[in-house]
């Protein structure tokens, strides 16, 4: 069985400055649980949308009750793919985000959808999905409960954090478009 999760919410910021802070998230005071991140591809395609794809390694503690059924030497660590399509046209952020190890424990996949507000200037509309499961006999629906409190909790700790995230940004999302439009072609060129 999967949980699932599904909010909407309006951020209370431009699109512009929420898609340049979502680039300028980590390292966060509020996220102290992410350690790295790593940017693995990012491609700019005919159609003007920026794809990219990161692997994040964030810290993963077990709840007290679960330490004692699984093995001391079992990896705190939980590797995540995040993939994202930016649309400058039509003014949208898409993100889809997945665990890679650890997937017969915990399975977490998350998808958010920003859209630049039509009916409100200056907000940003974020509609967040997630579905959480565990394949592990007996212990799946407790896993579920203790992953679905600490994605709330998560959810939390970036809304207080979004007043710090949506200040305008030191670099524009403008800029960020033209480094990779260059950045391609000169690519091309040393092809």
Partial sequence: MVKYFCSSTDIKSTWDHVVSAFWQRYPNPFS???????????????????????????????????????????SRYVYILEDSILDPVNRSLT?????????????VEERCV????????????????????SSIFGFSKPIQVHLLAVYFHNRQVKSQSKPKLCQPPEASLVHLLFFLFFYKISKAFLA
């Fill in 95 to 107: 993100t889809y985000t997945w665990n890679l190890n650890h997937t017969t424990l915990m399975s």
């Fill in 32 to 74: 102290t649980h992410v350690l790295t991140e790593d940017v693995v591809y990012r491609e700019v395609t005919t159609d003007h949308r920026l794809l990219s794809r990161r692997l994040l390694m964030k810290t993963n503690r077990l709840p007290r009750w679960a330490e004692r059924f699984f093995p001391s030497g079992m």
């Fill in 114 to 133: 920003f859209l630049d507000s039509a009916e409100q200037p200056s907000t940003t509309q974020l509609k967040r999905e997630a579905w959480i499961s």
